[in-house]
Every structure is written in structure tokens, then in C-alpha cells.
């Protein structure tokens, strides 16, 4: 059996900006605050904007690179078919094969540490590409109660956690909600912070109910860079 790779050597690289999260919310020094404390910043602190994706402050969403679904654990069936069939919008998308959460991350009581699941996909992205996640578990990273969605901007890499997005709701809106967190983590992909805008996609989300104010897209603002 494969051994998960060099979790450490990921952690040490990346800068993590982490969502959703119930208690503790960050602090957010400006509305663009979007980077949040994590382990070990990157030498300047800030996610540089990719090279071909922000022109002129610009969001150039023809540009966005390969991205590369990656269903974990038991993630699958209808829900994968319907984020896929919505991120497709944007892009090409290819679906990788379906692999377990990396068992290192399991932190008990159900719970993943998404920081540790992306740091463990290192080896499974394309060059050039950009990977997404999806686990059908519930997700935190360290001295936080849970977290929707996790993103490596650095790296390309993000993951959204589906198990506390799928209550209290109906499939369809099961399917709306992790379209909102794709297209928020994809937009800290693109070099997007947060936003002040209730119906914004790039707004904080601390409780699904949060989420499901959002439209999946960006507002205005973020889409012009005019904040
Ligand atoms: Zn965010
Ligand atoms: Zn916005």
C-alpha cells in the first residue's frame, strides 16, 4: 500500500485559508480579508494573484487552468455529476478517480483536518491544473469547531467538506450549496478575498444558512477587482 506522501513538506509550503468556520472567526482587517492565520506563512504573508488569471484587476475566468475533480471517500453519484456539470461552465473539468481520505487527517469525532488532506493530494494534481476536493465527511483544521471548505492558494489545491452541507435541506439545495463553496474556494483559487456582499460568492460563511444567501457567483466588485 501506497504511503501517503510528504505531509509535512506540503504543510511548510503551502498558505491556507480556511472557511466557514463557527467559532473563532478570524480577524478580517479590511472587507478583502481573505487570508487567514494558519501554519506556517508563506515569506511575505500574501497569496500573489496567479499569472494569467487576474489581468488588470480583472478576473479572466477563460483562463482558469484544468480543474481536476477529486471525489473522496464516498463522495460521488449525483452530487459529483451536478458540481461537475456546473464547474464545466467555466472550464474543463476532469474527474479523477475516487480515492479515501487520507487516513493522517482523520482528528476524531468524525472529523478531517483539511489542511492535512491537501497537503496529501500533492502527488495526485496535474502540473498546471487545479484540484478540488469534494469528502464526504465533516471538516476542521487546528483550534477550529469545523470548517466548509479549505484552500491552498499557493498550491492550487482546495477541498470542501459536503457531510454538514447536505443537512437540513433537500437535494437540490444539497447541490446548490456545494456549488456555492466550490465556486468560493475556486474563487481563492483565482486570487479573490472575501467580500462584504450578503450574496456575494466570495462572503464568509459561517452557517450554511450563510451559503445559502450566496449566489454562486461573485459580485460585481469582486468580478472588476473595484473594491
Ligand atoms: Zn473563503
Ligand atoms: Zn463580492
Not at 472557511?19 to 472567526?25: F, G, I, N, R, S
Not at 458540481?83 to 473539468?93: A, E, T, Y
Amino acid at each position: 500500500m501506497k504511503a501517503w506522501p510528504a505531509v509535512a513538506v506540503g504543510l511548510a509550503a503551502a498558505l491556507w485559508l480556511a472557511d466557514e468556520v463557527v467559532d473563532q472567526p478570524p480577524p478580517r482587517p479590511s472587507p478583502r480579508a481573505g487570508r487567514e492565520p494558519g501554519p506556517p506563512p508563506s515569506a511575505n504573508g500574501l497569496v500573489p494573484p496567479p499569472v494569467g488569471r487576474l489581468q488588470g484587476g480583472r478576473r479572466d475566468s477563460s483562463s482558469r487552468p484544468t480543474l481536476c475533480l477529486q471525489p473522496l471517500g464516498s463522495f460521488g453519484g449525483e452530487a459529483l455529476a451536478a458540481l461537475r456539470r456546473d464547474l464545466s461552465r467555466d472550464g474543463p473539468v476532469v474527474v479523477m478517480g475516487r480515492v479515501p481520505v487520507p487516513p493522517p487527517a482523520w482528528r476524531g469525532a468524525g472529523q478531517y483536518d483539511g489542511e492535512v488532506i491537501l497537503a496529501a493530494l500533492a502527488d495526485r494534481q496535474p502540473a498546471g491544473s487545479w484540484l478540488l476536493a469534494v469528502a464526504d465527511v465533516d471538516g476542521t483544521k487546528p483550534g477550529r469547531t469545523h470548517a466548509f471548505g479549505l484552500t491552498a492558494a499557493s498550491c492550487g489545491r482546495a477541498v470542501v467538506f459536503a457531510r454538514r452541507l447536505a443537512r437540513g435541506t433537500s437535494v437540490a439545495g444539497y447541490h446548490r450549496r456545494l456549488v456555492v463553496t466550490a465556486r468560493h474556494e475556486l474563487g481563492h483559487l483565482a486570487g479573490l478575498g472575501h467580500c462584504d456582499d450578503p450574496r456575494c460568492v466570495m462572503r464568509l460563511s459561517r452557517t450554511v444558512a450563510d451559503t445559502d444567501r450566496k449566489r454562486p457567483e461573485p459580485c460585481r466588485r469582486c468580478r472588476t477587482g473595484q473594491r
